[in-house]
């Protein structure tokens, strides 16, 4: 078998991977989207071909032979992008690490190195492979030289022999300097013939052959414009030819013996990976089945068979395990703990009886390192124990860090921080239902010894890259505090009046059935009204409504459907109750039944601390920050929530306009800060600015479009996004965003500079420095780079609100202590907090936690905060 030499063209590669893909840097602020692009077709070559000889050609310079004969040659393209220019060093460096060899030569292009090695490589019986995104490549393919162009994206190639090329374009390979002879190269500014295409081109081809038989035998060509154009431009045809061929003899000083490529050292390429951030593609260098891209020393678990003060040093990881996600209820499999001396493992009985286990736990000077301070901290509360000195939370550290990752297990963040060697849970646990612990205990110790050393190795690892990123203060002063309070108030729970809401159950199936009656009325006939198949031939058959969307199994009955046919006819709001009241009955009455505890009647909801990308919490399991609240049924859910004491009251407080008071402090709008300073309705004040009248003059529709617009520009919305909000068309939706923007110049000064700093950067910020990163900013396809800028200009304002409450979380759980309330914090809802407290404390609590939500942050206008309280949470809103 013949051996394998493969040529890459390295400048086109690079420019290809730069504008497939978004704009990504690593943690040091490099730019890597072009590196990481070229990285994964050299991975995807070195897999599947396997070469011999590999060589990188790169272009040495702007200036070649070629401009003696044309000095526009390539005049019209633009200048590279610094963002790709400064890749080329690093993608050297990458090269370097990987050990293959690059070279360039002065004066001449990638082209005339790779054609003049691929030609010597090739009368030598060599198999060659050339790959690039230029089509002049293919004037090289021969019977043992092929051209793998690059079709979509970067590892997405065709690869053309001499049968497949004529296939394509119907061509033979000498024949593509004729064919770009004539028909030129916009993107080389190569002139060609003008107006000659390619389907022409090859149309002058099939009958002459080549560009000299053409001229030859011009009286012979058809079509009296087409001859006169190859007169004229004669001179250019054979100057594009020039151009366009490849110098297969090209003084090169780098032989076929050069090229030699044994393979590259695992090692190198690894920590090179690691440098640049390059986390998902560490696996695909790791060397032999079983060695793993870092030498990680095989560990030594011990089963505790007695718990004494000996075995803690004061700076322990800890990893609490359970099976399956809702703590709540999972047992505790066990625990691991591993300090410098040793690597524990212990059972939750062994833990909950050792008074020794307890003193360590609970003393705050003994550090513990852990995953997901929340879950320990539930998870412990229900043996009564009270952790405290959690220092170190792996979980929230990486969240911080990659915030947009969906996956914050230890397996995968130890890959992404350079660490390997932990086996994934479903490698020793099973999958679903049959998700167990091993049999083996050796297997089972290990591995979970094994995720409490990630935790221990891993600390450094995270805090130094918070640290870089100037993120410590916020991991550490807000979202580490903030997860022990979490912990308690998930444990804490809510109380739920289980009859009410059985009563409430039995309402709302009368209501549904009644709704359901008026339905078949309207209809004229009863049908399975949950059955879109039966539903749609009533709405558009028998009743003839305008059909909106088919889909493959026939109408589309969804729910954007009906609301743009809900003035079409009274069937249409009907149908709508009644699925709004469905999903209340089933999501919320009967799933809040399902996981109520049978014998407390607590709801133990879990908040997510490290899920959203904006830093708002989110509620699972269920979800109480979604209770329907337009509907009054739906608001009725809440009168079930109740105090857990006989006396006390549920007290509500939330924020007023907060996104709208951030927005005005970040922007710096003088009008803006003007208006929240005065105590105005900020919605009036911008319907007076948009409609030019007076506040006095200001409408309830004119302010109600005042406020979608408001908190539309908070959201980044567009004109097609306002215009579908308030039933207008597009072009007055831009009239308002434009008499917005003109009374508020500061806001789109704002959301201007915002935008062009995510371009340079990457990404945006909150006060508190929470990252959101935004691959596609500079994305070419117009839908995600728009996404892209609205997001960039409304998370700063979300995440910044979102952690203002998360401070004031923080400020009223440490005065609630200092000052012995009794009153504790039950649950937030975005901008809300609910607590329950003692009817007598209601008054002091009013000012205090007024006067902590208000002053937890020093804003250029003032906060402005809202309470209310009453016996249900119903009635404390």
Do not use: C
């Not at 374009?169 to 024949?175: A, F, L």
């Not at 022990?484 to 059935?513: A, N, P």
């Not at 200092?818 to 329950?836: G, P, S």
């Amino acid at each position: 078998m013949a051996e394998k030499v493969v040529l890459i063209d390295g400048n086109s590669i690079a420019y290809r991977a730069f504008f497939a893909l978004p704009l990504l840097n690593n943690d040091k602020g490099v730019y890597t989207n072009a590196v990481y692009g070229f990285t994964t077709m050299l991975l995807k070559i070195l897999e599947e071909d396997k070469p011999d000889h590999l060589l990188v050609a790169f272009d040495a310079g702007k200036t070649t032979f070629r401009h003696e004969t044309y000095k526009e040659y390539k005049g019209g393209r633009q200048k590279t992008p610094s963002e790709l220019s400064e890749q080329f060093p690093v993608l050297k460096e990458l090269l370097d690490a990987f050990g293959v060899k690059y070279y360039q030569l002065p004066q001449y292009e990638a082209d005339d190195i790779i054609g003049t090695l691929a030609t010597k490589a090739g009368d030598k019986g060599l198999d060659v492979k050339v790959i690039s995104g230029d089509k002049d490549m293919l004037q090289l393919v021969s019977d043992n030289i092929t051209v793998s162009l690059t079709k979509k994206g970067i590892t997405n190639v065709d690869t053309y022999d001499p049968a497949f090329l004529m296939e394509k374009m119907e061509v033979r390979p000498d024949q593509i300097i004729d064919l770009k002879a004539l028909m030129g190269d916009s993107s080389d500014n190569i002139p060609g013939v003008p107006g000659v295409g390619e389907k022409t081109a090859v149309k002058l081809l099939k009958q002459f052959d080549k560009l000299e038989q053409v001229y030859d035998n011009l009286g012979d060509v058809s079509g009296k414009k087409l001859k006169e154009k190859l007169e004229t431009h004669k001179d250019d045809a054979f100057m594009s030819k020039e151009l366009v061929t490849i110098n297969r003899t090209s003084p090169i000083e780098v032989t076929l013996e050069d090229l030699a490529f044994p393979g590259y050292e695992s090692q190198k390429v690894t920590q090179f990976f690691k440098e640049l951030g390059f986390q998902s593609l560490l696996s695909r260098v790791q060397g032999e089945e079983g060695e793993t891209t870092q030498d990680l020393p095989e560990i030594k678990v011990e089963k505790v068979e007695e718990i004494t003060s000996d075995l803690f040093t004061g700076k322990e990881s800890m990893v609490v395990e359970m099976l399956y996600d809702n703590y709540h209820q999972a047992p505790i499999e066990g625990i691991a703990i591993v300090n410098d001396d040793h690597k524990y493992v212990m059972t939750i009985e062994q833990a909950a009886e050792s008074e020794a286990f307890k003193a360590w736990a609970e003393d705050p000077s003994q550090e513990k390192w852990v995953f997901d301070a929340k879950a320990v901290t539930v998870a412990l509360l229900r043996y009564d124990i009270h952790v405290k000195g959690i220092s170190f939370d792996l979980l929230l550290g990486s969240y911080l860090i990659n915030p947009a990752e969906n996956n914050h297990d230890i397996p995968a963040i130890s890959h992404r921080m350079g660490e390997t060697g932990v086996q994934y849970d479903e490698e020793v646990y099973g999958k679903g239902a049959k998700m167990k612990r091993p049999d083996d205990e050796d297997t089972f110790h290990h591995h979970i010894g094994r995720k409490a050393d990630m935790v221990y190795r891993l600390k450094s690892v995270a805090e130094d890259q918070l640290k870089q990123n100037e993120q410590f203060d916020l991991y550490k002063e807000l979202e580490m505090p903030l997860a022990l309070i979490l912990g308690q108030m998930e444990h804490r729970g809510v109380l739920l009046d289980v009859d009410r809401l059985r009563g409430m159950g039995e309402e709302l199936e009368g209501r549904l059935e009644k709704v359901k009656a008026e339905i078949y009325e309207l209809a004229g006939e009863s049908f399975n009204l949950n059955s879109p198949k039966q539903l749609g031939p009533v709405l558009f058959e028998r009743l003839e409504l305008p059909v909106i969307k088919k889909t493959k199994t026939g109408y589309s009955t969804s729910a954007d459907v009906l609301e743009q046919l809900q003035d079409q006819h009274e069937i249409i709001p009907k149908i709508l109750l009644y699925r709004q009241l469905g999903k209340l009955k089933s999501t919320y009455i009967e799933g809040l039944l399902k996981v109520v505890h049978e014998d407390s009647h607590k709801i133990h909801t879990r908040f997510n601390q490290a899920l959203t990308q904006t830093g708002r919490l989110s509620s699972i399991d269920p979800n109480l920050q979604n209770i329907p609240i337009r509907l009054e049924e739906g608001r009725k859910i809440r009168q079930a929530f109740v105090p857990s004491k006989e006396g006390w009251v549920m007290f509500a407080s939330d924020y007023s306009q907060i996104e709208l008071r951030v927005l005005a402090h970040i922007a710096q709008d003088e009008k803006l800060m003007e208006a929240f300073k005065e105590g105005l309705d900020i919605h009036t004040q911008t319907a007076s600015e948009v409609f030019g009248v007076s506040q006095e003059e200001v409408t309830g529709d004119m302010r109600r479009q005042a406020k979608a617009v408001n908190f539309g520009i908070v959201y980044g919305i567009s004109d097609y996004g306002l215009s579908q909000s308030l039933g207008i068309t597009r072009k007055e939706a831009q009239a308002f965003i434009d008499k917005y923007f003109e009374s508020y110049p500061g806001v789109k000064e704002y959301m201007d500079e915002t935008v062009r700093e995510a371009k340079r950067t990457g990404y945006v910020t909150t006060f508190m420095n929470r990252r959101r990163y935004l691959p596609d900013i500079t994305s070419r396809n117009f839908n995600k780079r728009s996404f892209a800028e609205r997001t960039a200009m409304n998370s700063p304002i979300q995440g910044s609100a979102a952690d203002i409450i998360k401070k004031a979380m923080i400020d009223l759980d440490h005065r609630l202590k200092e000052e012995n309330f009794e009153a504790r914090m039950l649950l937030q809802v975005h901008d809300e907090l609910i607590l329950e407290a003692p009817e007598e404390e209601i008054e002091k609590l009013k000012e205090v936690v007024a006067s902590v939500m208000v002053e937890t942050v020093d804003l250029d206008v003032p906060l402005e905060v809202d309470y209310s309280y009453g016996p249900t949470w119903y009635d404390a809103k």
